[in-house]
């Protein structure tokens, strides 16, 4: 088992930045699988981006070159560094990970607006 807790998130301007995070209640050493979704209101919930235990990336179209995945396992932390927001970025991410059972957390708002 691995409660998962998401920070970071809050309210920024279009154009500006967030780093969230993950903090895991044990070792994500040995989670091959880590990801961040996120869903807006009226949508469903959607894959951002996932990354191995080996720090091998995968990222949507609407995200990629715009945010950066990545876990210290040192730290039993997951990070998403978002960059250029858009309105449109606007929902709450949620964090996850899989090994044997599937886990996610609660979620952290981001709000992009001017």
Do not use: H
Not at 16 to 21: D, M
Request: aromatic share 10%; glycine share 10%.
């Amino acid at each position: 088992q691995v409660q998962l807790v998401e920070s970071g998130g809050g309210l920024v301007q279009p154009g500006g930045s967030l780093r969230l995070s993950c903090a895991a209640s044990r070792s994500i050493f040995d989670i091959n699988t880590m990801a961040w979704y996120r869903q807006a209101p009226g949508n469903e919930r959607e894959l951002l981006a996932t990354i191995t235990r080996g720090g091998s990336t995968y990222y949507v179209d609407s995200v990629k070159g715009r945010f950066t995945i990545s876990r210290d396992n040192a730290k039993n932390t997951l990070y998403l560094q978002m960059n250029s927001l858009k309105p449109e970025d606007t929902a709450v991410y949620y964090c996850f990970a899989v090994d044997a059972l599937t886990y996610w957390g609660k979620g952290t708002l981001v709000t992009v607006s001017s």
